[in-house]
């Protein structure tokens, strides 16, 4: 099966800074990698998400790269806010098999 | 509001119990996922449902065991708890269109076993 792995597991930014959050995976015939946030106490919410015929995707300060011949997708997110603090998790999926691995989790800390 | 929900929010129970945990997905959405997260952890996957039957399995106890019914909810039974079943499970509901898989959490169950 899927095999997703995520880095890194903290990760602490100040206030405007950038923030980068790097997954890999290890079957070739993914091509869905969505990301969710997930806050202190609630339920995961999709942010962005890419397909495999795309390379790159943004949506405002998110974006999403990804490498399939390297197998690996990032997610970046530029100037910072208090409010991005969370745990962000990567996931692949394959069509057909209709199943979402997920990320071990990146938690990020913005400091005001 | 994600559209799927999950009940009870919160149960606490005793070692050596069995319990339910209940999931309805978002109207249309044919699949059902479940997840564990313990304290400070990832996301666990579980089981996946599709249509009312099994479709994918994942690192799920025996002692752990769920179904889908024809009106598409999901229960999940855990039975014989430990206290190391403690967790946050999660339900989450996709429905399949095209190329991709979008899924759509509840709020989770937190279970709490003492």
């Known amino acids: 099966g899927e095999n997703v792995e995520q880095h890194p597991s903290t990760l602490s930014v100040q206030e405007g800074d950038s923030a980068v959050i790097k997954c890999t995976y290890s079957?070739?015939?993914?091509?869905?990698f969505p990301w969710y946030k997930q806050e202190l106490g609630k339920r995961p919410q999709l942010i962005i998400d890419i397909r495999s015929n795309v390379g790159e995707k943004k949506d405002q300060r998110i974006a999403v790269t990804l490498n399939k011949t390297a197998k690996h997708f990032s997610l970046h997110i530029t100037e910072t806010q208090p409010e991005d603090s969370a745990v962000y998790f990567c996931?692949?999926?394959?069509?057909?098999?209709?199943?979402?691995?997920f990320g071990t989790g990146t938690r990020l800390t913005v400091i005001p | 509001d994600s559209g799927v929900t999950q009940t009870p929010k919160h149960l606490i129970t005793a070692t050596g119990q069995r319990v339910t945990l209940r999931c309805s997905p978002r109207?249309?959405?044919?699949?059902v996922y479940w997840y564990q997260q313990s304290l400070d952890q990832g996301l666990q996957f579980l089981i996946q449902y599709y249509n009312g039957e099994e479709r994918a399995k994942g690192n799920i106890l025996e002692r752990f065991s769920a179904q889908q019914f024809p009106d598409l909810h999901s229960e999940l039974n855990l039975s014989s708890l430990e206290l190391g079943d403690s967790a946050l499970y999660f339900c989450?509901?996709?429905?399949?269109?095209?190329?991709?898989?979008?899924?759509?959490f509840g709020q989770g169950t937190r279970l709490t076993v003492v």
């Open positions: 109207s249309g959405d044919l699949s």
């Open positions: 079957d070739s015939a993914s091509n869905y």
């Open positions: 996931a692949a999926s394959t069509a057909g098999a209709n199943n979402l691995f």
């Open positions: 989450a509901s996709s429905k399949i269109t095209g190329s991709h898989t979008e899924a759509f």
